[in-house]
């Protein structure tokens, strides 16, 4: 769970869904016999089933931790950056805004090798665009050769967490201010979708 001021919390799913969109590279923690396991993969969320869709090098040691059924964290991280004292209008100790998303789900493995196939046109597509410059196709011959190498898997969401600490405590001049900061410390790309989190908050 996640240290949680009120003022910095989120339920709003799909908000939370507009940052996995926006930053689709998750942290996977998971653990055996009390030993911690985490990777960063590129997760998809799927509109229709609700679920996240991800998959793991088989030869990595952490998915023997994931077992149908299993409980793992997903962690997505969104836009974050130093806030200044000297930025606010009123008198301030320095901070750290960002914004953050935890999920907790269970797993379920994905064997057959035409499903897995398919996630993997299906990420491709998502991460590609909406100007894609590369097509990945079920029948490409490098599949076959891939697909005995990689996990598919989908995690159904049973718990959401988001957190958004972007000083909603302070004054509006300074909750602006912040804002500003935030925004010009991030990627351009990502501007437009920092106006929207904000306008939602």
Request: proline residues 7%.
């Amino acid at each position: 769970m996640m240290y949680p001021p009120p003022h910095h919390q989120s339920s709003d799913i799909q908000k939370m869904i507009a940052v996995i969109k926006q930053y689709p590279l998750g942290t996977i923690l998971s653990a055996k016999q009390s030993v911690p396991y985490a990777t960063h993969l590129p997760v998809i969320y799927n509109e229709e089933t609700g679920k996240l869709v991800a998959h793991i090098d088989k030869s990595n040691p952490q998915l023997e931790t994931l077992i149908n059924g299993n409980e793992v964290t997903l962690i997505f991280n969104g836009p974050d950056t130093y806030i200044s004292p000297a930025i606010y209008s009123t008198s301030q100790l320095p901070t750290w805004n960002y914004i953050r998303v935890h999920i907790t789900g269970k797993i379920s493995l994905i064997h057959d090798p035409e499903a897995a196939k398919q996630t993997l046109v299906d990420m491709t597509q998502f991460l590609e665009g909406k100007d894609q410059k590369f097509v990945l196709k079920k029948d490409d011959p490098r599949m076959d050769r891939l697909i005995d190498y990689i996990q598919a898997f989908e995690i159904e969401p049973v718990h959401w967490e988001g957190k958004f600490k972007l000083s909603q405590d302070k004054n509006p001049t300074d909750y602006h201010l912040a804002k500003n900061e935030l925004i010009k410390n991030s990627r351009e790309e990502d501007n437009a979708f920092i106006e929207r989190i904000y306008k939602n908050l």
